[in-house]
């Protein structure tokens, strides 16, 4: 278990050793399935994951949770509280948790994750469940990385159905209306079916994004979620989209990839007392610095990023 | 407390409250103050065995452990987090701890293996600046 | 030309603007609940309203006619370590020393509602108070103290209808009618949710478990007062004196007794329309500031509490404990007991407080400040009705929230020396000489575990499983539980046993993550 804490460090602070461990792992990788969870905070996220990682490991699945929350920008320091919910599961070695900070760096938490998501699959844990709250562009990163991408929905919104964030309806595979004990519950339900029928929002123009409703406190619709997820999975492969989608974003990995590399390699060439960073001063435009770094960039120095 | 500079290798610290007082108010401005710091705080909520933080610990690849207890069980449950390290090879986590301790077991967990020992009064700044002693880089 | 004499406020405005000796250091003088506070106080701060007058509706100036010419107040030291044998021989001294009630400390076991040998237990039996598991306990700890003759509050909240069963089934075999009982349950389980964190089930069981205690004494036990709202812990978690009245009930301290009463008789005569006269009336126990206790020259304690004793005092409380000096460092020996008693006893006897009723009433200072304290208050619960009341607020974390944020502040100011605690970041000692504490023998948890392992094995097994299985069918149902609780108990069931039967039906409670 340190193992692999210590090399999802690694892959986090993209140490010089990852991709040595890249390499031993090559032959190991099983790619686990993903389901992505987000939504607003105070929905109830942290102990819906608690209650499905509770309902996969009655069916004896190793699961693993990466839970994300968005750093102080200013300081790089964070509180990450999403155990709290899930610290019944401590001492289960088939359950992994795993609380990142985004760290604000522009390629966000996608790259460490799915280099994590690796690793966990690679220690055998299969499902990895991916939460993040819903902030900024947190939820699209997410549904970049998922297979299943779960947005959970409160009766006690406040604006209704009309005023989910831009963008989110979009991303989901399955709705869940959480906190069906609550007034107003049935009331969110029907909105939204009613608007995803008036115009389907589902990128997937062949999967009809279902609504479930769930209160995890009370562990109930947790059954019906795991359905909606395996069904979301079977339709995802028997459609091959599996498989085209695994391809396009290993070509987008890779675009991030080089980007951060790029990005890394332009820092340290433009470090203060450095001569680039001397001749940007004079240009004042970064242009024809840029395309310095950049033929410096095909030299012959190894791939780190 | 000034802003720090953003650590480029943010150290991880896990606080815990462990025994069955529900006392957090401390706990939780020290995680406000260690955030501010630039730490990334892996905070495990209420009532926490030694066995809970441990394992909490090892998964979140923590280097330092942070113990909060005001219910007078100090002298049984801190050493026990240490006890526990000790059987998972994992001494080279870091130990501390918080509440109301009186001196004579300061003494005697230090003793034990617990790092530092934080009574009330401590100014914030005080557990910064130890912190930083012990991660120069962060 | 006739000369116009100049107005005495415009004159000390100039010179207390122009004068040169001022104070440079940058303490803030706002209270802590960040209430500014003006440097003079005049009748122009006087409120215009009507007289009050004590024990008139508003209350504000106390509930009794006679105040403290008519009784003094209880004095209640809250009081319990180790095991109940220990703890008897305690309150056996302290009522042989003065103390007019008594006042129960259940150790953290008791508190979440779990018996002494669960594994959880260990290193916590008899620590920050007493150790009950079973009726056998109960009966030891009010051994020879007859219970018709005093009354007794017990400060617990979860478990709190199990230990008030105790209570009744110790009164049963002493011969003692639960008619003649009194006491107080603090059974404010929502403050738990809030601020004090010894939840155990979610808050609507817990809910149903207070209206069932306070039904069935209304019936049985009718001079209990079996709930008693506090805001001593929320306050301890950090808040200000504005939010711990408006989440309970939602200088400082006086007028905040001052605004408590008087918000309390109008929103029950106004909002609920409560009709008995008696509910109008806030009575209040006291408890002085365990936060405000420092670890560094603990004597100076002794003076910090009789100073908040004293407020409580001019505040009107109806009971009171005054912490003592070594709380801050373990619970108090018998002497430091005694000492924290004593001071209470020299506030009556000594000060001559006691001889006028609200005797700062008037007070350009306290009626201005009551006021403001009030007016925050009711801000306070504005905001929580718009959350859509108390358990809603509770879910989305507001109080919790709020909490941390002014406990934050409050740290940073002393660390700016905004603030200033004496000993700990002004006027310190480099060499402290170690005081006295109370030390908890080890060899007392083996054997308060050795002790409930024997009521298991002597009671009747069968009558035992009976009780709880009953207990279990009433909680699937609407019945009343109390009656069941204390068949239970009568049963020897021990107090895990009656909890987890009930976290069966019941299941548990997690929090949210506020930090």
């Known amino acids: 278990m340190r193992a692999l804490a210590r090399a999802i460090t690694m892959v986090e602070r993209r140490d010089a050793e990852v991709r040595e461990l890249q390499q031993a792992l090559r032959d190991r990788v099983q790619t686990p399935y993903v389901v992505g969870f987000t939504g607003a905070p105070g929905t109830g996220k942290s102990t819906l994951v608690d209650a499905l990682v509770a309902l996969l490991r009655k069916r004896e699945r190793s699961v ?52 994590a998501i690796r690793l966990l699959g690679a220690f055998g844990f299969d499902p990895v469940i991916l939460e993040t709250v819903g902030v900024g562009q947190s939820e699209l990163e997410v549904a970049a990385v998922a297979d299943t991408t779960v947005v959970v929905l409160t009766p006690n919104l406040g604006d209704g159905v009309q005023m989910i964030k831009a963008g989110i309806l979009e991303i989901a595979d ?31 123009k062949a999967w009809k994004q279902p609504i479930v409703a769930t209160s ?31 391809e396009q974003r290993l070509k987008d990995e890779t675009a991030e990839v080089v980007a951060e590399i790029a990005r890394q390699r332009a820092r340290e060439a433009l470090a203060d007392g450095g001569v680039l960073a001397e001749r940007l001063r004079e240009d004042g435009t970064p242009y024809e610095v ?16 | 407390m000034s802003p720090a500079k953003a650590p480029a290798k943010p150290v991880r610290i896990l606080l815990a409250k462990v025994g069955l007082d529900g006392h957090d108010r401390g706990v939780k401005v020290v995680a406000r103050a260690l955030r501010d710091a630039g730490y990334e705080v892996i905070y495990t909520g209420l009532r926490q065995t030694p066995e809970m933080v441990v394992d909490a610990a090892l998964q979140e690849d923590a280097q330092v452990i942070g113990l909060s207890l005001h219910s007078g069980a100090h002298m049984t449950l801190f050493p026990a987090v240490v006890s526990e390290l000790k059987k998972k090879n994992a001494t080279d986590i870091i130990v501390f701890g918080g509440g109301i301790i009186p001196d004579d077991d300061v003494e005697e967990l230090k003793k034990q293996g617990v790092a530092e020992l934080f009574t009330p009064g401590t100014p914030l700044q005080d557990i910064v600046e130890w912190l930083r002693k012990r991660f120069p880089s962060s | 030309m006739k000369v116009r004499a100049r107005d005495p406020h415009q004159v000390w405005r100039e010179e207390f603007e122009s004068s040169r000796t001022k104070r440079t250091d940058n303490i803030e003088t706002s209270t802590i609940s960040g209430v500014p506070v003006k440097p003079l106080y005049t009748s122009d701060d006087l409120p215009v309203r009507a007289e009050e007058m004590p024990g008139q509706y508003p209350y504000t100036r106390g509930i009794h006619p006679t105040g403290y010419r008519g009784r003094l107040w209880t004095m209640r030291q809250f009081s319990g370590f180790a095991t109940a044998e ?22 953290m076991p008791t508190l979440m509602g779990q018996d002494s040998d669960a594994p959880t237990s260990r290193g916590e039996i008899g620590h920050c108070g007493v150790a009950v598991d079973s009726l056998a306990d109960m009966e030891t700890l009010f051994d020879g103290i007859p219970l018709g003759d005093i009354t007794t509050s017990m400060t617990i909240n ?71 709202i506090s805001g001593y812990h929320i306050r301890e978690a950090g808040s200000t004196a504005a939010q711990e009245l408006a989440f309970t009930l939602a200088v400082e301290e006086i007028a905040k007794f001052r605004a408590a009463r008087r918000i309390w008789a109008r929103w029950m005569r106004e909002k609920y329309g409560a009709q008995d006269e008696r509910s109008w009336k806030l009575r209040f126990h006291t408890q002085t500031a365990g936060v405000s206790l420092t670890a560094q020259q603990p004597e100076l304690n002794i003076a910090r509490t009789a100073l908040e004793a004293l407020s409580a005092v001019l505040g009107g409380t109806q009971s009171l404990h005054t912490n003592a000096m070594d709380e801050v460092l373990a619970l108090p020996t018998d002497d430091s007991a005694r000492l924290a008693l004593r001071t209470q006893q020299l506030i009556a006897y000594e000060t001559g407080v006691v001889n006028t009723i609200d005797p700062l009433g008037g007070s350009y200072f306290i009626e201005s400040l009551t006021d403001e304290i009030e007016r925050q208050a009711e801000a306070y619960f504005r905001r929580i009705e718009e959350l859509g009341g108390v358990i809603p607020a509770i879910e989305a974390g507001f109080f919790q929230k709020e909490i941390a944020d002014a406990a934050f502040r409050y740290q940073q100011e002393l660390e700016q020396k905004r603030r200033i605690m004496i000993g700990v970041n002004d006027f310190t000692v480099d060499e402290e000489a170690p005081i006295e504490i109370l030390r908890i023998d080890p060899k007392l948890e083996a054997q308060q575990v050795e002790r409930v392992r024997a009521v298991r094995a002597r009671r009747d097994q069968a009558r035992c499983e009976a009780a709880l299985n009953r207990l279990r069918t009433a909680a699937a149902g609407s019945d009343n539980l109390m009656p069941h609780i204390l068949e239970a108990v009568k049963a020897y069931a021990t107090e895990g046993e009656i909890m987890n039967t009930l976290i069966d039906v019941f299941g548990v409670y997690t929090e949210k993550a506020v930090i």
Not at chain 1, 67 to 89: E, K, V, Y
Request: proline share 5%; glycine share 8%; net charge positive.
């Open chain 3, 158 to 228: 979860s478990p709190a209808a199990i230990l008030l069963c105790m209570y009744l089934a110790v009164a049963e075999k002493q011969g003692v009618p639960f008619k003649k009982l009194g006491g107080t349950l603090q059974n404010d389980i929502l403050k738990e949710f809030i601020a004090q964190k010894e939840f155990i089930f979610p808050p609507e069981p817990s809910m149903r478990l207070v209206v069932d205690s306070i039904e069935y004494c209304a019936a049985e036990v009718p001079k209990w007062n079996t709930i008693s």
């Open chain 1, 174 to 204: 399955i709705f869940v209306v959480n906190k069906a004990d609550l007034e107003g519950h049935q009331r969110v339900a029907t909105e939204l079916r009613s608007m995803l029928s008036l115009a389907p929002k589902s990128q997937d």
């Open chain 1, 290 to 305: 840029a395309e310095e770094i950049l033929r410096l960039l095909r030299g012959p120095r190894e791939l780190t990023p």
């Open chain 1, 64 to 115: 693993a949770v990466i839970a994300t929350d968005p750093n102080s920008p200013f300081t790089g320091g964070a509180i990450l509280g999403d155990r709290i919910r899930m610290q019944r599961h401590a001492l289960d070695p088939k359950v992994f948790i795993r609380s990142m900070g985004a760290r604000g760096h522009l390629g966000g938490l996608s790259l460490a994750a799915r280099e």
């Open chain 3, 86 to 107: 220990e703890t008897n021989k305690r309150y056996k001294y302290l009522l042989a020393n003065g103390q007019t009630g008594l006042s129960v400390a259940f150790d």
């Open chain 1, 216 to 246: 995890a406190t009370r562990q109930e619709g947790i059954e019906e979620l795991w359905a909606a997820i395996e069904s979301h999975r079977k339709h995802r492969e028997a459609g091959g989209k599996a498989k085209a989608q695994a």
